[in-house]
Nanobody, 120 residues
Framework: QVQVVESGGGLVQPGGSLRLSCAASGAIYGQNTMAWYRQAPGKQRELVASMTTSGTINVADSVKGRFTISRNTESTVSLQMNSLKPEDTAVYLC???????????????WGQGTQVTVSF
C-alpha cells in the first residue's frame, strides 16, 4: 500500500513564503510523477505544479515565477511558494501517479491535504 503525506501548510501574510513537502512510502514505481494540486472552497481542484522523476516540470500560469517545485528522490516532492497572495488560499494536496507500462493503467495516490491560508 502506498501512502502520501504532506506537511508545511499554515497561515502567512500576503507577500510571505511557505514551503510544502510531500513524502510517499510503500511500493512505488520508480518512474513516476508527483504533483501539487489545490482546492479552494467552492472551486474545482486545480493543478499547481508537477514534476516527473526525469525532471519534466509543468507549472500553472497563475503561480509561475512565484512557486517552484523540486524533487530530491523518486518519492518526495517540495513546493516553495513565494510572494503569496490571498487567492493562493486553499487546501494543497500532493499526488503521486504512474502508468503501468505497457498498459495504460494509471495508479493514483493522494495525500490528505494541508491548509494554506494567506491573510493579514
Amino acid at each position: 500500500q502506498v501512502q502520501v503525506v504532506e506537511s508545511g501548510g499554515g497561515l502567512v501574510q500576503p507577500g510571505g513564503s511557505l514551503r510544502l513537502s510531500c513524502a510517499a512510502s510503500g511500493a512505488i514505481y520508480g518512474q513516476n510523477t508527483m504533483a501539487w494540486y489545490r482546492q479552494a472552497p467552492g472551486k474545482q481542484r486545480e493543478l499547481v505544479a508537477s514534476m516527473t522523476t526525469s525532471g519534466t516540470i509543468n507549472v500553472a500560469d497563475s503561480v509561475k515565477g512565484r512557486f517552484t517545485i523540486s524533487r530530491n528522490t523518486e518519492s518526495t516532492v517540495s513546493l516553495q511558494m513565494n510572494s503569496l497572495k490571498p487567492e493562493d488560499t486553499a487546501v494543497y494536496l500532493c499526488n503521486l501517479f504512474w502508468v503501468i507500462v505497457p498498459t495504460t493503467i494509471r495508479k493514483d495516490y493522494w495525500g490528505q491535504g494541508t491548509q494554506v491560508t494567506v491573510s493579514f
